[in-house]
Nanobody, 124 residues
Framework: QLQLVESGGGLVQPGGSLRLSCAAS????????IGWFRQAPGKEREGVSC????????NYADSVKGRFIISRDNARNTVYLQMNSLKPEDTAIYYC?????????????????WGQGTQVTVSS
């Protein structure tokens, strides 16, 4: 199981920005696609964005296109999710995981349990 640690969440006002980080301490992320998923209270977990191992391909959910940017720094073994123009409906726990990119989809490939995630709350 690939152990990833999410960080960077917090409380932000609508229209604000946050940058989430996904890091691995014991494994290299260099050869893996990585995706961000989120789960809001009472809702199913949904894919937000993902990036290929080389970083040359990215996917975004329609709800975040134009507002979120996924990137990776393989030298730092970290994947980022820059979230701009945040809306209350972005409030959720955000998780990162290993994925494969199929067309416009992000397919989770890690069969282990999800990490703790990082809470993002958008509220005035």
């Amino acid at each position: 199981q690939l152990q990833l640690v999410e960080s960077g969440g917090g409380l932000v006002q609508p229209g604000g920005s946050l940058r989430l980080s996904c890091a691995a301490s014991q494994f290299t992320l260099r050869y893996r696609g990585i995706g961000w998923f989120r789960q809001a209270p009472g809702k199913e977990r949904e894919g937000v964005s993902c990036i290929s191992s080389s970083g040359d391909k990215t996917n975004y959910a329609d709800s975040v296109k134009g507002r979120f940017i996924i990137s990776r720094d393989n030298a730092r073994n970290t994947v980022y999710l820059q979230m701009n123009s945040l809306k209350p409906e972005d409030t959720a726990i955000y998780y990162c995981t290993a994925v494969s990119l199929y067309g416009t989809n992000c397919q989770r490939t890690d069969t282990g349990s999800w990490g703790q995630g990082t809470q993002v709350t958008v509220s005035s």
